[in-house]
Nanobody, 117 residues
């Protein structure tokens, strides 16, 4: 069973930066899209950023201009560089990788990001 291992979460002051990483435990063939979502306490999970295999990128309006998603194709790793962090960015961040070859959408276990004011 493929596992996505996330790292980089933590506690940071408002205005600070964090970089999240997500790597699979084994090679995933036919990656179509990779992304990050987050879930704040008492709220539903929301998509934050997605990068497709053709290079297209989409950000939610709440993070546009502050977050940058990128990937390392050789390692099937996806990153999320978060800058100018705000307290409302606090939540558990999850990565996901969708494989068209396997028809599967894999999710990480989540990493906590806490932004203090």
């Amino acid at each position: 069973q493929v596992q996505l291992v996330e790292s980089g979460g933590g506690l940071v002051q408002a205005g600070g930066s964090l970089r999240l990483s997500c790597a699979p435990s084994e090679n995933i063939p036919g990656i179509y899209a990779m992304g990050w979502s987050r879930q704040a306490p008492g709220k539903e999970r929301e998509s934050v950023a997605t990068i497709w295999n053709d290079g297209r990128i989409n950000y939610s309006d709440s993070v546009k201009g502050r977050f940058t998603i990128s990937r390392d194709n050789a390692k099937s790793t996806v990153f999320l560089q978060m800058s100018s962090l705000k307290p409302e960015d606090t939540g558990v961040y999850y990565c996901n990788i969708y494989s068209w070859a396997r028809g599967a959408n894999y999710w990480g276990q989540g990493t906590q990001v806490t932004v203090s004011s």
